[in-house]
């Protein structure tokens, strides 16, 4: 069944994973829906998606770490359109290794597109959303981003620098109508994993036997996780929800189940249990 009066949507970072999942299933739905990635074609003038009857969605050429491709990008989606009524910041990836052995270039390149390229795209879309006065910002988190993961210190530090940002923006825009969320996905079954990069140091590094066995776990969870499908359902019910919540967790139950775990526990006996999952204790 398709929706009526469906909303223009803006997804980044659709080439794999939970973006493609969630971008097939809102075009599949009757959304308009603008998919991006870093090599898609640039959309001719006034150009609109193709018809989301046919589980198709427009590409648009769009890399987050730069201030001029959003705009490109919003502004074409604008000429066609005449409006974008939701952005879901999903654009990301990972590296992983020992905080020692982490460069600055390293690290600065993890936050310039989880943290600083999400925060692009929300500046340049909040004015078009206040003169509105409505729209949608959903913000991709992690689970990562709730409770430090060794040896992914800086992607999870990324992801607890979005859920401070997406808390404070909230409250600042919430008079002009503006929706604003957390998914905090646990892991699933996408190109994550294959994406993922080691530091440089990794190799030689004098951490590299305890962060091979974390890494191995981490890795059989993500590649024996569930379809990001999930992810794709729960953004619709968020995007047609008048009222949503801060923060929606999706993942497997363990993983939920330690978020609250977390909140409850003396943090060495939490520390200890997060230690001993990954094979460090």
Known sequence: M?????????????????????????????????????NAPEPGPGQAPADPASGCLQMITMDVT?????????????????????????AGWGIAGAV??????????QFE???????????????????????????????????GMPFQALYSASKFAVEGLTESLRMEVKPYGIHVVL?????FNTGFTSHRQEVALAAESDYRDRFRRCLSVMEHDETHGPSPQQVARLLERIITDPSPRLRCVVGPAFEQIAITAKKLLPYRLFEWVVMKYYRLA
């Open 2 to 38: 398709h929706v009526t009066n469906p909303k223009v949507v803006l997804i980044t970072g659709t080439s794999s994973g939970i973006g493609q999942a969630c971008a097939c299933h809102l075009a599949e739905r009757g959304y308009r829906v603008y998919g991006t990635s870093r």
């Open 66 to 90: 730069s201030e001029s491709s959003i705009q490109r990008g919003i502004d074409s989606i604008y000429a066609a359109e005449g409006r974008i009524d939701v952005v879901f910041n999903n």
């Open 100 to 109: 020692e052995d982490t460069s600055l270039a390293e690290a600065q390149a």
């Open 113 to 147: 597109v989880n943290f600083f390229g999400m925060l692009r795209v929300c500046r340049a879309v909040l004015p078009l959303f206040r003169q509105q006065r409505s729209g949608y910002i959903v913000n991709v988190s992690s689970i990562g981003g709730l409770i």
């Open 183 to 187: 998914i905090e996905p646990g892991d």
